[in-house]
């Protein structure tokens, strides 16, 4: 369905846990170190809720869902939340935002339940840096995982790398060396101001400078036209790169999409502190208000966000789901 704005909202990324085994110093909740307490003191959605949600937004046009997290992996019954959402037809494509550690035994086991696709954070190519941005994240883990994906079909396989400013911004020309021989998406993220080291603009990396430093760079269709990256390729180069700039170029005039808590909640913009509850409607088994609900909440989508340095998150991302 279209939203006040006119815009075509067929999007849902669906939160299935805000724990995370992970640590990533630009996304970790900014009042617990840790974000332990934060992260065990919410009751879940159940498998069979994520569905009955699912479902719901498919009936107000949702057309394509992204599993995230938190980290979606911890999640003991993943499969069945795969299972219960490949069940609905409208639903075309079904991906998964992962760290990819533990996934490479788990990949044929999601691809056979129903998952389509994944994308995977890497930001950093060497082991120790990457050690030390994740929080104790295992470099191998996230190749396994890669491997894993290419071997199964969870294709087309994304990787996503948050640029931060002295951190690893020197990796932009190794990482694009990942698409030269593997059919991937590399894509560049801006970093979004979602905790205090985050916000702070000066770690900011835009897509302008990696475009400046790789004029080499070639614009190509986008796979997906309301997708919000930017491609480019190397010529010759069997992948390509994206570039996804919510800061330097706002794509809110384009978004598709909402997102939905791992504890029910609906949030029309990431950008944005509104939430609508779900809670009431899954309670008394009221599809057609959880219906109602979520066209309404798509209908009155903010304009856009409000990224600006002072922008304070009412969650962190890990509770928001990336
Ligand atoms: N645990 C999974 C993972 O690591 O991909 C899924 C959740 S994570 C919150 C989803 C995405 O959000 C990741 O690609 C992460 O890099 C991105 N992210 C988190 N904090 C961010 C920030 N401050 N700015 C930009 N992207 C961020």
């Known amino acids: 369905m279209y939203d006040r704005y006119g815009r075509k909202i067929e999007y849902l990324r669906l939160s299935v846990t805000p724990r995370c085994n992970l640590n990533c110093f630009y996304c970790r909740p900014?009042?617990?170190p840790d974000g332990e307490s934060e992260q065990s003191a919410l009751p879940l959605l159940s498998a069979a809720e994520c569905g009955r949600i699912v479902r719901a937004a498919a009936l107000a046009g949702v057309r394509k869902v992204r599993l995230t997290g938190g980290e979606?992996?911890?999640r003991p019954d993943l499969a069945e939340i795969i299972r219960l959402i490949r069940q609905i037809p409208e639903i075309t494509d079904l991906s998964?935002?992962?760290n990819g550690h533990g996934l490479a035994k788990q990949a044929l086991f999601l691809k056979q339940a129903g998952l389509d696709r994944v994308n995977l954070s890497l930001d950093s190519l060497?082991?120790?840096?990457?050690?030390l941005?994740?929080?104790g994240g295992l470099l191998d883990e996230a190749f396994a995982a890669i491997d894993a994906c290419l071997e199964v079909g969870l294709t087309p396989l994304k990787l996503n790398t948050v640029l931060v400013r002295g951190v690893n911004d020197d990796e932009i020309g190794a990482l694009i060396e990942l698409t030269r021989s593997r059919p991937i998406a590399v894509r560049f993220i801006e970093l979004m101001p979602m905790n205090p080291l985050s916000?702070?603009?000066d770690n900011l990396v835009t897509g302008a400078e990696i475009l400046a430093a790789f004029p080499a760079l070639q614009r190509i269709p986008a796979s997906d036209p309301a997708a919000p990256s930017e491609d480019y390729q190397l010529p010759g180069y069997a992948g390509s790169v994206g570039l996804i700039?919510?800061?330097?170029h706002r794509f809110c005039s384009s978004c598709n999409r909402i997102r939905?808590?791992?504890d029910g909640m609906l949030k029309p913009c990431l950008g944005d502190a509104g939430e609508i509850s779900l809670l009431a409607a899954l309670a008394d088994f009221n599809e057609q208000t959880l219906n109602e609900t979520i066209k309404q909440a798509i209908f009155n989508k903010p304009a856009g966000h409000s990224f600006n340095p002072g922008f304070s998150p009412a969650r962190s991302m890990n509770r928001t789901g990336g």
């Open 96 to 98: 998964m935002t992962t």
């Open 133 to 135: 941005i994740t929080g």
């Open 199 to 201: 916000r702070n603009n």
């Open 245 to 248: 700039r919510p800061i330097s």
């Open 126 to 131: 060497r082991a120790e840096r990457f050690r």
């Open 30 to 32: 900014e009042t617990c």
């Open 72 to 74: 979606p992996l911890l």
């Open 260 to 262: 939905i808590t791992a």
